[in-house]
């Protein structure tokens, strides 16, 4: 494998460009999305690795046969990918890209469906059209992965599910090779979330890479071995997941104070009456809705 950013400096910036040529005959692999895919969680010397840079290791035939760009960057939302990302990526006209968003959408008070649907599709069709083939993934709720209490957990997961719906939808109408990774046991095996308990750890991003391997051997677009499971280093233990919080983790509630929880207290408020009502199906009926009517929006053929 080769990539412009080999070791991606925790918490960097890519919005400086890649602009590395890939070596002749190299399959050219664009990863778009946000911290899941940019690797945090597989810390290595220098900086981070994840999931794609592990794909690429098993997709060719030969050491170098991959040339990775990867444009994935903390915080990304839907937009982000929609704009710089994809600009990125269409500028090294990939044969495969990845794109994994939605995740930080879902966690900011602003959430619209809608716009991500928009977004999603607009990204998807871009690298469809340059005749990239793409992998894409349902994520697992954060509101279990995190166990909060069921007032703040639903509103979440509905969010979630209508992201998922969304995935799902425009992946079956762009031909994208999807992963069900929600139910996949890289979110919630033993070992497999980093010290943060929000991103994979080394074991969960070599889970993710295998299980997105498996569905590229199956279309016949993966000529190397799978990604081997067994981590390099242990998984984070509860001291280590403890000195994340006390070191970063505050600043991350800091920020998502200001953000997400004002509206998350609002929703939590709203599913708590409507749950003393007995008629919280209304919520779960309004965010179908809302989802179908997202969707509806694309013009997507039958």
């Known amino acids: 494998m080769s990539t412009d950013v080999p070791l991606s400096p925790a918490g960097a910036d890519h919005r400086g460009g890649l602009r590395a040529a890939a070596p002749r005959g190299a399959l050219r692999f664009a990863v778009l999305g946000d911290s899941l895919s940019e690797g945090v969680g597989d810390p290595v010397p220098g900086g981070w690795r994840g999931w794609g840079a592990l794909l690429a290791d098993a997709v060719g035939e030969r050491p170098g046969a991959v ?6 960057r903390s915080g990304a939302r839907s937009g ?57 993934a349902c994520l697992p709720d954060p509101g279990s992965v995190l166990r909060l209490p069921w007032p703040l957990a639903r509103p979440l997961a509905r969010r979630m599910a209508a992201l998922n719906s969304v995935v799902h939808a425009l992946s079956a109408h762009h031909g994208a090779l999807h992963l069900h990774a929600a139910d996949r046991p890289w979110a919630t095996s033993p070992g497999a979330l980093s010290a943060d308990r929000l991103h994979p750890s080394e074991r969960g991003h070599r889970l993710l890479a295998y299980d997105f391997h498996a569905l590229l051997v199956s279309r016949g677009l993966a000529g190397g071995p799978p990604p081997r499971l067994e ?8 001291a280590a997941s403890t000195w994340w919080m006390a070191t970063k983790g505050s600043r991350w509630v800091a920020d998502r104070s200001r953000d997400l929880l004002p509206d998350l207290l609002r929703l939590a408020l709203e599913e708590y009456r409507h749950r003393l009502r007995g008629n919280v199906a209304q919520l779960d009926l309004a965010s179908r809705h809302a989802t179908a009517q997202a969707i509806a929006s694309l013009h997507l053929p039958p």
């Open 67 to 72: 040339h990775v760009v990867n444009a994935a």
């Open 231 to 238: 981590p390099d280093r242990p998984p984070p233990g509860r």
């Open 80 to 136: 982000d990918v929609a704009g710089r990302q994809l600009a990125v990526a269409l500028a090294c006209r990939p044969h495969l890209a990845s794109v994994l968003v939605g995740g930080n959408d879902t966690l900011r008070g602003a959430f619209a469906i809608d716009q991500v649907a928009a977004d999603l599709h607009l990204t998807l069709g871009a690298l469809r059209a340059s005749g990239a083939d793409i992998l894409t």
